[in-house]
């Protein structure tokens, strides 16, 4: 069954979140410390005023509920998702999966342009945003990927696209791996290549540059990473409680892993960070994390593979690499963007996406 549904938080909760923004104990910090310890208190005080004295919820609400939405329940789970059909009937279907600490909002921005070409589906990963926490082990990347082919089947999708960022990545291929009779490409927009074992391929200087900056990142893993990977029930409480650690947890990602000159907005992030504030879905959110492992090895997807390179992503592709792993038809080198592709440059990645699926046809 599948309802429509719209996003109403309760005053209250937005009356809540302002009296704890006002009550924050802050912390000290290092003189001079910059961004050497984490994100600087400076940047986490201005967005935290913002957040509760001039950040307009109801607007951002409204913009979001300008798209259909609907929820249904798969596997045990509650599924949100937002459901925009082209004006064109004979539009391929795309699936379009976010990340952490993304959600659904990645792809507000690139709902207008992509429909013209296309059905979206844009749904929020068990465990994110309104489709709420998860309740039982298990919802690891291929299982959302089954669920996913589950959702398009029953939306009456029987050959469509899949595209990912960040943990969208993982089951967008997950999901060419799961239902290949029916999804006709995949494209992503974050591919981690490590060398293949027993494969020894001569790379250029540029491929050089980019396998050193993966290696000091599988040396160095991120904090966030390895909590969430391991002791997710323990880092929930801090976020769960507290809207400054939220924030923190949150907003450093949007500086480090982008562009310095995206256009990213701090409304934008805010109301990122208001949906997993506002659905207290921080922790199982973080689950996902620890179900999925770091560093597994990826499922194997045989269906045709378009991938578009960063140049601000944690890590950039290793195309010789790639081609060892997947079925790679188009390759492009962005001249601007981060790690929330869809977010920073979402003119190009809409043009990329569309690039792909035309190859396809």
């Not at 029987?158 to 029916?182: F, I, K, M, S, T």
């Not at 050089?208 to 969430?228: M, S």
């Amino acid at each position: 069954m599948i309802k429509p549904f719209r996003v109403e938080i309760p005053q209250a909760d937005i009356d809540d979140l302002r009296d704890r923004l006002a009550r924050t104990r802050w912390p000290e910090e290092l003189p001079d410390a910059g961004w050497e310890y984490g994100i600087p208190l400076a940047r986490v005080k201005q967005l935290a005023e913002y957040w509760g004295t001039g950040f307009d919820w109801r607007a951002q609400e409204a913009e979001i509920n300008r798209h259909p939405q609907f929820t249904t329940e798969i596997d045990g789970q509650n599924v949100h998702f937002v459901h925009v059909r082209s004006g064109n009937p004979d539009a391929l279907p795309l699936i379009l999966t976010h990340g952490w600490p993304g959600s659904f909002i990645e792809f507000l921005d690139v709902i207008e342009p992509l429909s013209a070409d296309f059905h979206l589906v844009i749904p929020s990963i068990p465990g994110f945003a309104f489709s709420g926490p998860t309740t039982e082990k298990g919802w690891d990347v291929n299982r959302v990927a089954r669920a996913w082919a589950v959702l398009m089947s029953r939306l009456g999708y029987e050959r469509y696209g899949a595209q990912g960022g960040d943990w969208g990545a993982g089951v967008a291929r997950a999901l060419g791996a799961v239902d290949p009779e029916h999804v006709v490409g995949v494209h992503l927009n974050y591919l981690p290549t490590p060398p293949p074992p027993g494969v020894d391929i001569e790379l250029n200087e540029t491929d050089k540059a980019r396998l050193e900056k993966i290696r000091a990142f599988v040396a160095n893993r991120p904090g966030y990473q390895v909590l969430q990977g391991q002791r997710p029930q323990t880092i929930s409480y801090s976020l769960t409680d507290s809207p400054v650690g939220q924030l923190a947890w949150i907003a450093e990602k949007f500086t480090e892993w982008t562009d310095p000159d995206s256009g990213i907005t701090d409304d934008r992030i805010l109301t990122d960070i208001s949906i997993y504030w506002f659905t207290a879905t921080a922790g199982s959110a973080a689950r996902l994390t620890k179900e999925s492992g770091v560093g597994g090895r990826p499922p194997q997807c045989e269906v045709p593979v378009g991938i578009a390179v960063l140049p601000h992503d944690i890590t950039q592709s290793i195309r010789p690499y790639a081609e060892k792993l997947l079925d790679i038809v188009h390759w492009s080198e962005f001249e601007a963007g981060g790690h929330f592709a869809a977010m920073e440059v979402p003119e190009a990645f809409a043009r990329d996406v569309l690039a792909f699926f035309e190859k396809l046809h």
